[in-house]
């Protein structure tokens, strides 16, 4: 066989290879990210299928690019080395602090941890990817029913209370909260004619809510008193 036939074969057998290996470990990664998303998504998160879905396969990417590019064997984690940093600033973009009530922690958490399986798979750890994306879905899934089953978990009430007199609202408001030691935050005030209204969140264990409803309905200090909802803290 021609040397030069035999050197173009050899040539294309290992750029088949590679190229299968580098689109097994993007589409590994596409599919767990995606996964963990999926459930993020049924769940009404921020950070849904897509969002993980793309970070993901980003940190697979800029691993798998990290490795190739490199000129030296030294420097083949200097690009993967700055999605730490990166997958920091997008988390802490989730994250949302109103006085003394913070959201968003496990959404961010879950963006860093989806990051480290891209990165896991775009280096070929096939097996470490897909076990760390099962424990990440046990623990979202069931540690997260557990959390609402026994009532360990906060949630953010919403309501709305109309009167006459602002002052005597927002005294009441602030007693009743106080009385049942609960955090109130954002408060917004509007004159809704002929009456104002004033709308506020508390944050407050599910089993506890209806309590605080009561509370409000009970007080002569509002003409109304209208629930708009609750959230799921995070």
Do not use: W
Request: glycine share 8%; proline share 3%.
């Amino acid at each position: 066989m021609n040397p030069i036939h035999s050197t173009i074969d050899l040539l294309r057998n290992e750029l088949g290879v590679v190229l299968s290996a580098t689109l097994a470990r993007l589409l590994l990664a596409a599919l767990l990210g995606g996964v963990i998303g999926l459930e993020r998504q049924l769940r009404r998160r921020p950070a849904g299928l897509r969002t993980n879905m793309f970070i993901c396969f980003g940190a697979a990417m800029f691993t798998v690019l990290s490795r190739q590019l490199a000129g030296v064997p030294s420097d083949s984690a200097r690009i993967a080395a700055q999605i730490i940093p990166g997958i920091g600033f997008i988390g802490a973009g989730s994250i949302l602090h109103a006085r003394t009530s913070v959201t968003g922690l496990t959404t961010a958490a879950t963006l860093f941890v989806v990051a480290s399986i891209g990165m896991a798979a775009g280096g070929g750890l096939y097996l470490t990817a897909c076990f760390a994306t099962l424990i990440i879905l046990i623990s979202l899934v069931v540690l997260g029913r557990m959390e609402a089953t026994f009532s360990l978990k906060m949630f953010v009430a919403t309501y709305e209370v109309t009167g006459k007199n602002v002052d005597g609202m927002l005294r009441e408001v602030n007693r009743i909260i106080d009385s049942e030691q609960l955090t109130m935050h954002s408060v917004h005030i509007a004159n809704a004619e002929p009456d104002f209204r004033m709308v506020f969140s508390v944050d407050v264990e599910p089993d506890r809510q209806s309590v605080l409803s009561i509370r409000l309905h009970e007080s002569n200090a509002f003409a109304t008193v209208s629930s708009l909802g609750s959230t799921e803290h995070e």
